[in-house]
């Protein structure tokens, strides 16, 4: 009866999200699109923007021929860097804080989720002037369209620059909250290949990873439809094609941009049909023990597909034709395909198990993945909380290849 009662819930959002479809930002693609943006922010007339990136961009000067750029053209803004790797709520508050004090009226945030996702809640934080940030990041209200935000994405994996959502970690509870309307899809896309060679091979993989999770989930999860399946198998075909390709050489602009384009592909499709139980899990954990987001999903991915079981065989099928497994029987190919993820986590270095969960810590990562999973997420099956224990359990103690 509960499991009826919440795909029911689950029904009726659905419509909503398809809306999504039609509201992606505008892209801007290619090996210098970072200088192409400054033709779009000539025709904006704002007068102030404020740039959030990270400090290794500023310090490795990748931003100068943008700031340049900026200058020559009389756009004025102001540049934001002190921001930590996972933001937490008083990242936010900074960023809240600095925006009203410049004057800006508009954001552009170079760099991974975790500036995006910042960035997206300082602006809606904005917005809702008279109740504080805990509150809103607490509560996850959002109810006014947010100030002009450009998304420059410097990874290919979390797919922020298309989301419709935001992360952001609470050290006091050891949580993440996660924000979701659609008012916090960014405007503008700027995907811009050059801006990703520095990164290491292992975020390359990690982040990787993670895009390969959102496809993977919004793909199987119940109520998708043709358009939302296009995206997510486009998304998986590229990062089976090109993500180890980029591992190995980091300075092909080439494969850089197939990556940026299959995590925005993958990010459209977890804004129309969200992400499943492996980010539930991988959300708890992260937030617990500040590992990283891409390489938790990448440890779960296989465990959380294993126990989905024969619910999600036939989806499971069809993505493997996609990425050319073969197999005499369905079970073979998801067998296969499953397989496949291990030895991609290999490849890349990536452990098979978390054994920094702590046993007395399971109960309460099963509570929060079961509240973070059900009913918001159309998951193939429904855990309970048990359930999520004993996959938890799992997890800490690895899968065997
Ligand atoms: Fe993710």
Known sequence: MIHFLLRFRQALFSPIQKIQLYMQPKIIKGEHALLDLVDVLKEKHLTHYMILTTPGFIKRGTLQSFFDALNQNDIQYSIFHDLKPDPEIC???KLKEMFIKEGCQALIAIGGGSVIDCSKA????IQMKNIDVKTVLHTGRVSKPLPLLIAVPTTAGTGSEVTAGAVITDPIKKRKYALSHLFLIPKYAVLDA???TSLPSKMTAYTGMDALTHAIEAYINCFNNRKTNEYALCAI????QYLVPSFEDGLNKHYRLELLEASYNAGVAISNNYVGYVHAIAHGIGGMYHLQHGMINAIILPIVLEEYGDAITKKLVNIADIVGINGCTDKEKVERFIKKLKELNRIFSIPTSIPEIKDEDIHYLAIGAEKEGNPSYPTPVTWDVEQFE????????????
Do not use: P
Not at 122 to 125: I, Q, V, W
Not at 237 to 240: E, G, Q, R
């Open 122 to 125: 300082a602006l809606a934080c």
């Open 194 to 196: 050059s801006l990703l």
């Open 390 to 401: 004993k996959v938890i359990r799992k997890i800490k103690h690895g899968y065997t290849i």
């Open 91 to 93: 990242d936010v508050e």
């Open 237 to 240: 075909k590229s990062i089976f």
